[in-house]
């Protein structure tokens, strides 16, 4: 491994000595070996110098997808991850929706392996029943000894109460995480965007955010009956909010994200019948996303996703009906965040995911292993094409405005700037 030596940094990392301090970091065989404010410089060292340039430990995201097995199409592992840590992610979890669906452990070791020497390390999330039909739990043991770091159905919402309390039963031998998509699918009906003024002036139909919370409710009593972890991705309404509030206070271990185009956009956008906009769940009215933000500062919400979701162009370019939900977001994370919230919160919700999928989170000192992603909160630009890395270019942020820039990351002994 080069050395690495990077200049006239300033620390973003609270639980750091050097925590907002202009300072230079030595890196060797991907451990911090120094860090001073003056570092000289050899011919053996790599420098990294770049326009205000700031450091935190590195990023996590807890719900990305990359298509591969089975729609490399739209996303191949190693692409994918080669994105993730061009937008300044050193880890990511990747969902379970592949072609075969990631259910037993032989899927898991597939995608570990294809995801080997790469900067940004993949941690890989099994299904949580059988093909993500929500019918007969999964291999869970299996995958967790093979390497998954927690259990769930991608946009599939349990319906069947009684698996959603078995499967909380059975991962508390073995100290697992179920992540659970809180979704009432009879009451969702053939909605596509937010009940609500928007949804009846457009003539769209509307998903009561009932839909939503209801399930949560459930979810919620399911899990003060059985004990355990659960972890609620993509929460997107006021009453998840208070919901989730009341839940923690009464000590269950319950975590939550929200998706970052539920921060920055709302349902106003949907006018002009732009398929790239359908997410699930849905893009709300401005005072929930007001909401949302206000739950990220008080720490009701834990942490932030891109969520991210390759599409090809023939499940996605069609009418707003018929396409399919999914954002690309990887790219736009960071830009996208700084322009709603402060840059020391969008750090700490960027990294403290690690923490809830039981991912070793390190800070940045001496002698500690280098994990670290490099950017500046300042620049401000529009989000366009030509910012898009992924292989599928469904992202509802083109045309955004943006603040701040990743340079990278340097990651298992890698730096990639």
């Not at 452990?105 to 890989?124: E, G, W």
Request: aromatic residues 6%.
């Amino acid at each position: 491994m080069t050395p690495v030596l990077i200049k006239k940094a300033t620390i973003i990392d609270k639980k750091s000595a050097f925590h907002n301090q202009i300072v230079d970091i030595k890196i060797e065989n991907g451990i911090i070996t120094e860090i001073a404010k003056e570092i000289a410089s050899n011919d053996d060292f790599e420098v990294v110098e770049k326009e205000n340039l700031h450091v935190s430990q590195g990023w996590f995201d807890s719900s990305v997808s990359f298509g591969e097995p089975g729609y490399e199409d739209r996303e191949t592992i190693e692409n994918g991850l080669k994105v993730a840590a061009k937008s300044g992610f050193t880890a990511v979890a990747l969902q379970p929706n592949s072609f075969p669906i990631i259910d037993n452990q032989s899927h898991i070791k597939f995608v570990l392996d294809k995801a080997k020497n790469q900067a940004t390390t993949l941690f890989p999330i099994g299904a949580l029943t059988k093909n993500s039909e929500g019918q007969d739990l999964a291999e869970l043991f299996d995958m967790k000894n093979a390497g998954a770091i927690a259990f769930g159905d991608y946009k599939r919402a349990i319906q069947d109460a009684n698996i959603q309390k078995i499967a909380l039963q059975y991962v508390q031998d073995f100290d697992g995480l179920i992540i659970t998509y809180c979704q009432d699918n009879s009451l969702k009906g053939k909605g596509i965007v937010n009940e609500g003024i928007a949804s009846t002036r457009l003539g769209l139909k509307g998903i009561p955010a009932l839909a939503e919370e209801l399930h949560i409710a459930r979810n919620l009593f399911l899990l003060e009956y059985t004990g355990g972890k659960l972890h609620i991705p993509t929460i997107s309404t006021q009453k998840s909010i208070a919901l989730i509030k009341e839940a923690k206070a009464k000590g269950l271990q319950v975590t939550c994200s929200v998706a970052i185009h539920n921060l920055v956009l709302n349902e106003e956008i949907l006018s002009g019948f732009d398929s790239r906009y359908k997410v699930a769940p849905p893009l709300r009215d401005e005072a929930t996303r007001k909401l949302l933000i206000e739950a990220v500062l008080d720490n009701t919400i834990d942490c932030i996703t891109s969520d991210h979701n390759p599409l090809d162009i023939e499940h996605k370019k069609l009418e707003f009906d018929m396409a399919k939900d999914g954002t690309i977001g990887l790219e736009s994370a960071f830009g996208a965040l700084l322009t709603v919230l402060p840059l020391e919160i969008v750090i700490e919700k960027l990294t403290n995911a690690k923490t809830i999928f039981g991912i070793a989170q390190n800070t940045i000192a001496e002698n500690a292993i280098a994990a670290l992603s490099l950017f500046t909160p300042n620049e401000e630009g529009t989000f366009t094409k030509e910012n898009i890395l992924s292989k599928s270019k469904n992202s509802a942020f083109l045309g955004q405005q943006t603040k701040g820039k990743v340079y990278g990351i340097y990651n298992n002994g890698k730096l990639l700037v």
